[in-house]
């Protein structure tokens, strides 16, 4: 079953709406209020959009069976937040071109593509892959506060003030360069890259062959 959208979808109030059914988005979702959680595959177009104070979950209904949430080149939204939080099973894909996130926690799940993601404000972990870039945005205070994993030959490009690592619990930024996994993964640092490890704490980032932490 899908749900289409080609006007305008909202969500109100203060509590939590879920959508199970695929999401076919051409139009508008403005979340006003709570969360609105998507656990159905979802695909959005470049004409549509995502907009209001509230938190947009891509989640999954399972954590057996990954669920992809395909965005298209041009896409852009300025939501209160994007998320990536409850369900290790969501995937966020952006294949090709541009797509911009004003707002973005990734706590699980998998950002995957070969295209560009754009992100104004980000806390990140889980995985990544793809030959595609994150982009950190310049004027952006952005963290890793728990483990992420770059491959398949993805780039994280900080161009803004990242810092890795957190104060009730060790962190690790692994980059993996097995052939396994495609080319080699990068972490590029264009401007503040902060390195945070408190007392008994150990903060790692971590390369195989061939990864690069570029400082520049």
């Known amino acids: 079953a899908q749900l289409i959208n080609s006007a305008k979808l909202t969500k109100t109030g203060a509590g939590t709406g879920?959508?199970?059914?695929?999401?076919?988005?051409?139009?508008?979702?403005?979340?006003?209020?709570?969360?609105?959680?998507?656990?159905?595959?979802?695909?959005?177009?470049?004409?549509?959009?995502?907009?209001?104070?509230g938190t947009l979950e891509l989640s999954a209904v399972t954590t057996s069976t990954p669920v992809e949430h395909s965005f298209a080149d041009g896409f852009?939204?300025?939501?209160?937040?994007?998320?990536?939080?409850?369900?290790?099973?969501?995937?966020?894909?952006?294949d090709s071109g541009t797509v911009r996130v004003a707002n973005f926690t990734q706590a699980t799940g998998q950002v995957k593509g070969a295209g560009q993601l754009i992100l104004g404000q980000a806390s990140l972990a889980g995985t990544q892959t793809g030959t595609g870039t994150t982009v950190l945005s310049n004027g952006g205070n952005h963290t890793i506060g728990n483990n992420l994993t770059l491959s398949g030959g993805r780039t994280l490009r900080n161009e803004g003030s990242?810092?890795?690592?957190?104060?009730?619990?060790?962190?690790?930024?692994?980059?993996?360069?097995?052939?396994?996994?495609?080319?080699?993964?990068?972490?590029?640092?264009?401007?503040?890259?902060?390195?945070?490890?408190?007392?008994?704490?150990?903060?790692?980032?971590?390369?195989?062959?061939?990864?690069?932490?570029m400082n520049s």
């Not at 076919?24 to 209020?33: F, W």
């Not at 300025?78 to 966020?92: E, F, K, Q």
């Open 18 to 53: 879920t959508i199970s059914s695929e999401l076919v988005n051409d139009g508008q979702l403005l979340v006003s209020g709570g969360r609105l959680i998507l656990q159905g595959r979802s695909t959005h177009s470049a004409g549509s959009s995502f907009s209001g104070a």
């Open 162 to 213: 990242l810092t890795i690592g957190r104060a009730n619990g060790d962190s690790v930024v692994t980059l993996d360069g097995s052939s396994l996994s495609g080319p080699a993964a990068k972490l590029q640092n264009q401007n503040e890259l902060t390195i945070q490890a408190d007392a008994g704490r150990t903060t790692s980032i971590l390369g195989g062959a061939g990864t690069q932490l």
């Open 76 to 94: 852009s939204t300025d939501i209160g937040l994007l998320s990536m939080s409850l369900n290790s099973a969501a995937r966020m894909v952006v």
